[in-house]
């Protein structure tokens, strides 16, 4: 064992760290999708296949062998769409770098919509996306992709619009996607007066990371959602607070990399 420690470079370590944050990335972008069911099912694939060669079951193993031949290329077709997302946040500014300014106008946008919803006793169901992928529940919806405002909000919840119906999931200051389908809890404990909009913001918080904010059209009150839990008659300024202790961190790494410079800088002129 230390003749392997004394033979590890600092470039095996590097290599390990990159490949395991690769693979850390690439859980947290399938995780709650429908892509981990397929890997399971191509595991089993894998498995019956060297039973059956073990087996000598012949024709069970060349079937298999000739579809797991092609198992790159159908995976690529697949996953089209979450590689080439994948390909684009690789070129793109790290989420954890982004400046509180961002955030702080992302969230600024959400919270004069609910306002404005509540006010005109609109109902609405806001997904904030972390990091648990949504990609299912995307799918179920109306792909919009366009950047998040409290306008655009506006319009999609009214009731005239055909998309009102439904949750809007937001992710990386953009509405991805309209009138997408949620899970309905099934907790036995959830109060009788929530609901379907309820019961569905929080279903969608035990089987995700997600933050949910809801409106309530009869009542017109604003509740937010996470964990499976659900916190109501938020009023504007306390719905702000709790999604900015939630969404913004205490401080930025690049914030945090700029006050150590300056702090290092004051102490050379001292």
């Not at 954890?96 to 006793?121: C, G, W, Y």
């Not at 109501?232 to 410079?261: G, Q, Y």
Request: with cysteine.
């Amino acid at each position: 064992m230390l003749e392997i420690l004394h033979s590890l470079r600092w470039q095996d370590l590097a290599d390990i760290l990159i490949v395991a944050f690769i693979i850390y990335r690439v859980i947290l972008m399938i995780r709650g999708t429908r892509a981990v069911q397929m890997l399971t099912g191509i595991t089993v694939l894998i498995i019956v296949y060297f039973g059956a060669k073990e087996l000598q079951l012949m024709t069970l193993y060349w079937l298999l062998g000739t579809l797991l031949s092609s198992i790159f290329l159908i995976t690529i077709i697949v996953f089209q769409r979450d590689i080439r997302k994948a390909l684009v946040q690789v070129g793109q500014a790290s989420p954890f770098m982004k400046p509180h300014e961002d955030r702080e106008v992302e969230l600024n946008e959400i919270v004069l919509a609910t306002r404005s919803l509540a006010q005109k006793k609109i109902g609405a169901l806001i997904i904030l996306e972390r990091e648990t992928g949504l990609k299912d529940y995307l799918d179920s919806g109306q792909l919009i992709d366009a950047q998040l405002s409290c306008d655009l909000l506006l319009s999609i919840f009214h009731p005239s619009s055909p998309l009102h119906d439904g949750g809007v999931v937001v992710s990386s200051g953009r509405i991805q996607s309209a009138r997408c389908v949620l899970p309905l809890t099934k907790n036995p404990y959830i109060s009788k007066q929530l609901g379907t909009r309820h019961r569905a913001a929080i279903g969608l918080s035990e089987e995700t990371d997600a933050v949910v904010v809801v409106v309530s059209e009869e009542t017109r009150h604003i509740s937010l959602v996470q964990h499976g839990a659900i916190t109501s008659n938020l009023d504007e300024t306390s719905l702000r607070n709790r999604l900015r202790a939630i969404l913004v961190p205490k401080e930025n790494p690049a914030m945090a990399w700029k006050s150590w410079l300056a702090s290092r800088n004051n102490n050379d002129e001292d």
